[in-house]
């Protein structure tokens, strides 16, 4: 089974400018989960798709926003980027209903400039 | 889902079996240990789970304490490709969603030739 992708892989943007990013799960995964790194603030939850509906949202402002298509894929949007926003965006999937782990994509870097 | 703790670094020698501990004291009777590991910039990898029976798979094993609030990764023989961040968590199995999760600072470890 293909694991996890991300489009792009990297991306350079300029303050104030908006960037999409786009994560495939692995086939039959419906559980789609985003996720911030920083050296600063390690891993952060961004929110979690499933079944086309927000299931659940970390503590991030509303610049940041996602969906999530009838084919699992997903998509995580931010608006008026900040130097700020500069980090790994990473996806993740798993398994609805089971107690298996969840598998990560290798990210998208971010970079604001 | 219950916080977890800790060390913040380990060191092991290269060949040597790794025993990387987690406290989750305040763990509920329905939720899941889960082990990642994260090599620098690149998406956390997934090793292993467990509710209460000790579990080995071909990278690792983890052995949960009887009273479940603790556990320990074991890595039997260290090499230079697990110097990596392990990152402990817990959340409830077998539902839809994989929930809001926190993941911590993780332990580095560092295994030296």
């Known amino acids: 089974k293909a694991g996890v992708t991300q489009t792009p892989r990297y991306l350079i943007k300029t303050r104030g400018q908006q960037v999409t990013l786009s994560c495939s799960p692995i086939?039959?995964?419906?559980?789609v989960s985003w996720y911030q790194q920083t050296p600063g603030q390690g891993l952060q939850f961004l929110f979690e798709?499933?079944?086309?509906?927000?299931?659940n949202k970390g503590n991030f402002p509303g610049r940041f926003s996602g969906r999530q298509f009838s084919n699992s894929r997903s998509e995580m949007n931010v608006s008026t980027l900040e130097l700020g926003d500069s980090a790994l965006y990473l996806c993740a999937s798993s398994l609805a209903g089971s107690a298996g782990g969840q598998y990560f994509g290798p990210g998208t870097r971010l970079t604001v400039t | 889902d219950a916080k977890t703790t800790q060390p913040t670094s380990m060191d092991c020698a290269e060949g040597r079996a790794a025993n990387l501990p987690c406290n989750h004291s305040?763990?509920?009777?329905?939720?899941?240990v889960y082990w990642y590991r994260q090599i620098h910039s690149q998406g956390p990898q997934y090793i292993i789970h467990?509710?209460?029976n000790n579990e080995t798979n071909e990278m690792a094993s983890l052995i949960i304490t009887e009273d479940r609030k603790s556990s320990t990764l074991i890595l039997p023989h260290a090499t230079l490709r697990d110097t990596a961040v392990y990152y402990c968590i817990v959340r409830v199995g077998g539902t839809d969603s994989w929930g809001k999760l926190q993941f911590g600072a993780g332990t580095q470890v560092v295994v030296t030739p």
């Open positions: 305040t763990i509920s009777g329905n939720e899941y």
């Open positions: 798709y499933f079944s086309e509906t927000q299931r």
């Open positions: 086939s039959g995964h419906r559980s």
């Open positions: 467990g509710l209460k």
